[in-house]
C-alpha cells in the first residue's frame, strides 16, 4: 500500500490542473471561478494551515484521515475533481451527511429481514459518511469513518443516481483522487468535440508509451504483467489499451465482457476478431446477431459483410479458422486431430506452432478466430489460454511455459466415474482394430443412413437425430453413435445414452464389427428393466465371437476362453456396490488391448456420428411388440 503521508500532492495536483487548464477550448463558457483556476493553471486554493485543520477536527469531533489532511496542507479543497464533482470540500465546507438527501432513509426502506452486510451498508453511509462534495452533478463523496486501514485511512464512497449502481467504495481519499484524475482524463480522451484541442500531455504519453511496452510484454509471453498495465492505461481511456487487453481477457474465459474496441471495425483484424466475438452471440438464445449493429459502428460496408457471413457460419457449425502459413498448416494438423476426438493431441500440435504465428498488424496479441471453430473452440479451457498467453509468439523471445495437463485420462475407467448429478451413468461402445474411423458405420450399420454427420456435440446430434425420427418401436435398438480413435490402432463408436438393455433379445454387434479384425463390445448398464446393473463385454476375431461374459441380476453368463485378466469373477463381487468392480474390469479391458476412449472429446467436444443397425434381435413368433409412426402436419 502506498504510504499517503508521503505522496507529492503538490506535483499531483499542479500536473492535473495544468492538464485540465490546457484541455478547454477558447470558447469554453465558464464560471469566473474556473476562469481564474484556468488562468492560473490551478483547480486548488491556499493551502490550510495545521490551527485551521485542528479547528475543522474540533468541530467535526474525529481526527481526518491521513491523505486527506496531507492533501489540505496543499490546497483547502478543489475543482473539478473528476468530471462530476464541480467543487470539493475543504476545512470549512466538509460536514456530517446525516442523511441529509433522505437516501438512508429511501434505501432503508428497500431492505427485507434476509438483507446482508452489503445493503445495510448502503444506508449506514449516509448517516455516518463526511460529505466532502460542495458541488456537483447529483453525485456524493462521503469519507466512511467505520471502515478505517491500518493506516488510519477511511474509505470514500461515491454515488450517483444516473449511475443506477451501488456506491463505489475507494480504498482511502488518495485513492479517490486518483481515481478521479483517471475519471478525468478517461472523459477527455473519449471526448468528441473538434473546438477542443488534442488532448496530449506527459500522462497520455507516459501511458501511451506503458501500452505499446505492455503490448511487447504480452508478445513475449508476460500476459499477466501486460494486463495490469493495460488496465491502467484503459481506466485512463488510452486508446488501444481496452482492444488489447480484450484480446487477453478473451483467452481467459471472459468472452461475454469483450468487444475489441476500435479494432472489430478494422478489416487487417475483423477475419480474426469477429468470429471470436461472435462465438458467444451465436450461443445466445435469439441467435440472430443484433449485437453486430452495436460492434460495427462505423464499419465499412466489406466489414459489415463479413460479419454476417461469418454469423451464418458460426451459427451452423461450418466456420472454419484457417490462417495462412506454417502455423496455418499446423492447425489444420490440429483440426483433423480433434475431428476424431484426439484433443489432447491437437491442443499440443497447435501449441507447438503457436511461435510460427503471425499478428494480422502491429495490435493483434494472440490467435483468437479458431475458439469459433466447431473443432477446435472446445480446446479452450482457462488454463490452456493462460499456457498461450505465456508462450512467446510473433518473433518475441521469452520462456515458453511447461504443458498443460491432459483433459483426457488414459484407459477406460473414466466412465465409472458419476455424472455431474452424482449418478452413474450408462453406455455402450464397440472398439475395432486396424481400422479408420471412417470405416466404423460400414461395420456397424447399413441402409441408406450409414454414412458419417458432420461433428457436433451430443446434445445437437441427439437433437437432430430426434428430430428426423418417424418411427419407433419397442424391438429396434438402433444407436446414435460418436466416432473416433481409442489410441494406437484403435478406433470406437460410443453411445452415452443406451436404450434400456433387454438381454432376452440382445446381439452384440462384435462379430459383424470385427470381419477382417478384431472387434471389443462394451455395454454397461446401472440398472435395466428388471433392475440391478448390467454389464457385458464380447470380443470377436475375423468375424467370430471368440469369448463374451454377461453379468445381470447377481449372475454371470458366459461362452468361450476368456483370458484370466479379463475374467468376470475378479469383479463383480463389488459391481452393485460403489462402482469398483465396474472401474476394475475397465481398467482390465485398457490394459488387455491397449484402447481408450477420449472424455473430453465425448463430454465437450465435436465428433462424427451415425446410427447403428439394431442391438437386439427382431421378434420371434409371438413375441409382442409395438410400433410408433410420427406425422407431421
Not at 486554493?45 to 489540505?72: C, K, Q, V
Not at 469477429?274 to 450461443?283: C, F, H, K, Q
Amino acid at each position: 500500500m502506498t504510504n499517503t503521508t508521503a505522496f507529492d500532492w503538490r506535483s499531483f495536483l499542479l500536473g492535473w490542473s495544468g492538464e485540465w487548464a490546457d484541455s478547454l477550448a477558447e470558447d469554453d463558457a465558464l464560471r469566473a471561478v474556473d476562469e481564474t483556476a484556468r488562468q492560473a493553471r490551478w483547480l486548488g486554493f491556499p493551502p490550510a494551515p495545521e490551527e485551521r485543520i485542528a479547528a475543522m477536527e474540533e468541530r467535526l469531533g474525529r481526527r481526518m484521515p491521513p491523505s486527506y489532511r496531507e492533501f489540505l496542507k496543499v490546497s483547502d479543497g478543489m475543482l473539478h475533481a473528476g468530471g462530476f464533482v464541480w467543487q470539493l470540500a475543504g476545512t470549512d465546507d466538509a460536514c456530517w451527511h446525516e442523511d441529509a438527501s433522505g437516501l438512508g432513509e429511501l434505501f432503508e426502506e428497500e431492505l427485507d429481514e434476509d438483507a446482508g452486510p452489503e445493503a445495510r451498508l448502503e444506508v449506514d453511509i449516509w448517516r455516518r459518511g463526511l460529505e466532502i462534495s460542495v458541488e456537483s452533478d447529483a453525485t456524493y463523496v462521503l469519507l466512511y469513518p467505520d471502515e478505517v486501514d491500518e493506516h488510519g485511512e477511511w474509505a470514500v464512497y461515491t454515488w450517483a443516481a444516473w449511475r443506477a449502481a451501488p456506491p463505489e467504495r475507494y480504498a482511502s481519499f488518495l485513492e479517490f483522487m486518483r481515481g478521479m484524475h483517471r475519471e478525468f482524463h478517461s472523459l477527455r480522451a473519449h471526448e468528441r468535440d473538434a473546438r477542443r484541442p488534442t488532448f496530449v500531455n506527459d500522462t497520455t504519453r507516459a501511458l501511451d508509451a506503458q501500452v505499446e511496452q505492455a503490448r511487447l510484454e504480452a508478445l513475449r509471453g508476460g500476459w499477466e504483467q501486460a494486463a495490469e498495465a493495460l488496465a491502467e492505461a484503459k481506466g485512463y481511456g488510452r486508446p488501444r489499451a481496452a482492444a488489447l487487453r480484450d484480446q487477453i481477457r478473451l483467452l481467459l474465459g471472459h468472452r461475454h465482457t469483450v468487444d475489441f474496441q476500435g479494432l472489430l471495425t478494422d478489416p487487417r483484424y475483423a477475419p480474426d476478431l469477429l468470429p471470436a466475438l461472435l462465438a458467444e452471440d451465436a450461443m445466445r438464445p435469439h441467435r440472430d446477431g443484433s449485437t453486430l449493429r452495436f460492434h460495427l459502428g462505423g464499419a465499412s460496408d466489406d466489414v459489415v459483410s463479413l460479419a454476417h457471413a461469418t454469423l451464418d457460419q458460426v451459427q451452423s457449425g461450418t466456420y472454419r479458422y484457417a490462417p495462412a502459413g506454417p502455423f496455418g498448416e499446423a492447425v489444420e494438423r490440429a483440426r483433423e486431430l480433434a475431428r476424431w476426438g484426439e484433443n489432447d493431441a491437437a491442443w499440443r500440435t497447435f501449441m507447438e506452432a503457436l511461435p510460427l504465428w503471425e499478428p494480422l498488424g502491429p495490435d493483434h496479441l494472440a490467435p483468437l478466430g479458431w475458439v469459433a471453430d466447431p473443432l477446435l473452440g472446445p480446446l479452450l479451457t482457462p488454463e490452456r489460454g493462460r499456457e498461450l498467453l505465456a508462450t512467446p509468439r510473433a518473433g518475441q523471445e521469452g520462456d515458453a511455459p511447461g504443458p498443460t495437463a491432459g483433459l483426457d485420462p488414459d484407459g477406460l475407467a473414466w466412465l465409472a466415474e458419476p455424472d455431474r448429478g452424482g449418478h452413474h451413468t450408462g453406455y455402450r461402445f464397440v472398439l475395432v482394430e486396424g481400422v479408420e474411423p471412417r470405416e466404423m458405420p460400414r461395420r456397424l450399420s447399413d441402409g441408406d443412413d450409414s454414412g458419417l454427420s458432420e461433428p457436433m456435440n451430443a446434445w445437437e446430434a441427439r437433437s437432430r437425430a430426434r428430430h428426423g425420427q418417424r418411427e419407433a418401436s419397442s424391438y429396434d435398438d438402433r444407436a446414435l453413435m460418436a466416432v473416433g480413435r481409442a489410441g494406437a490402432g484403435w478406433s470406437f463408436a460410443f453411445d452415452g445414452e443406451p436404450a434400456p438393455f433387454g438381454r432376452q433379445r440382445f446381439v452384440s454387434p462384435a462379430a459383424a464389427a470385427g470381419a477382417g479384425t478384431r472387434a471389443v463390445v462394451v455395454w454397461n448398464a446401472p440398472t435395466t428393466r428388471h433392475g440391478g446393473p448390467y454389464f457385458h463385454l464380447s470380443v470377436a476375431r475375423d468375424g467370430t465371437e471368440e469369448y463374451a461374459f454377461t453379468y445381470a441380476e447377481g449372475a454371470v453368463r458366459r461362452s468361450g476362453e476368456i483370458p484370466a485378466a479379463l475374467d468376470p469373477d475378479l469383479f463383480f463381487g463389488d459391481l452393485e456396490d460403489d462402482g469398483d468392480g465396474e472401474r476394475a474390469l475397465l481398467e482390465a479391458v485398457a490394459a488387455e488391448f491397449g484402447a481408450r476412449l477420449p472424455r473430453h472429446a465425448l463430454r465437450n467436444g465435436r465428433l462424427h456420428t451415425f446410427t447403428s443397425r439394431s442391438w437386439t434381435r427382431p421378434p420371434a413368433h409371438g413375441e409382442g411388440y409395438m410400433v410408433v409412426r410420427m406425422y407431421h402436419g
